[in-house]
């Protein structure tokens, strides 16, 4: 298997479709974003490979975020395995495993909230936040319409995407 972590853009190119499938599934499992990543190769460079990817993010269906938040744990949930997926999902939160006990309490109360209320996990871009910053969007966005969040949940799916590509390609 190639090592995700120092994959040459040009490699990436040159993959067959399968493995380059398997190796953005990843990334995002979005299905008709992994289709669209590997039809729109050879992208030569990461930058080009980029911004084919944020391009992309604007054609997901709810579908397609179904999917792709079917791929992530909770905050604050220990992802199992030793897929890559889950490795990067341990390495976003992080922060949150260090959090101290009420926070930890209330990320999960409001991860339950937020389920009831829109029907999917609560996604956000982990990397970069301390606990109480996630835990304050979470707060911040129980008060979105359907909509807005539904546009949220997509924005923080393509950056969490965009960290992930960039630490996959060179």
């Known amino acids: ?16 479709a399968d493995r ?6 990843t990334c995002c499992a979005a299905p008709s974003w992994v289709r669209r ?10 930058d ?29 949930e220990r992802p199992a395995g030793s897929s890559a997926s889950g490795h990067f999902s341990r390495a976003e939160q992080a ?14 109360q409001g991860n339950r909230a937020y389920e009831r209320r829109f029907d999917r996990v609560f996604l956000i871009r982990a990397a970069g936040r301390t606990p ?12 979105n319409d359907e909509q ?9 799916l393509r950056m969490i995407t965009r960290l992930r590509l960039e630490a996959m390609v060179r």
């Open 148 to 156: 807005t969040e539904l546009a949220e949940v997509i924005e923080q």
């Open 20 to 25: 380059a499938s398997d190796l953005l599934r």
């Open 1 to 16: 298997m190639t090592d995700i972590h120092s994959l040459p853009a040009g490699v990436f190119d040159d993959l067959a």
């Open 37 to 46: 990543m590997v039809q729109g190769r050879p992208y030569g460079d990461r």
């Open 48 to 76: 080009r490979l980029l911004s084919a990817s944020d391009t992309a993010f604007a054609a997901l269906t709810e579908q397609d975020v179904a999917d792709a938040l079917a791929d992530h744990p909770r905050i604050g």
């Open 132 to 143: 109480a910053e996630i835990l304050a969007e979470l707060h911040r966005r129980m008060d």
């Open 95 to 108: 922060s949150v495993t260090d959090a101290d006990d009420q926070v930890r309490h209330d990320l999960l």
